[in-house]
């Protein structure tokens, strides 16, 4: 059995399918199409995190401010 992905293509007029082996292109495309989804998702996690980092510090000076939690919690 062969590591190769694999294609299903279905021809719509006949209703044939036939299943084969990717191509050297194909494969290639999909390692990019992958590599980018994991670049976007790590973007998306470090301003997530960025973002809960700010909001703490934000909520840490207000509380030395001396506001009480619940009105730290208001402000949101």
Do not use: Q, W
């Not at 044939?16 to 998306?44: G, L």
């Not at 960025?50 to 703490?56: L, R």
């Amino acid at each position: 059995m062969t590591d190769t992905p694999k294609v299903l293509e279905v021809d719509c007029s006949t209703g044939v399918s036939v299943e084969r082996d990717m191509t050297a292109e194909e494969i290639a495309s999909m390692e990019a199409i992958r590599a980018e989804a994991e670049a976007r998702r790590a973007e998306e996690e470090a301003a997530a995190l960025a973002k809960a980092e700010a909001k703490a510090s934000a909520a840490a000076k207000l509380a030395a401010l001396g506001l009480t939690a619940e009105e730290i919690a208001a402000l949101a």
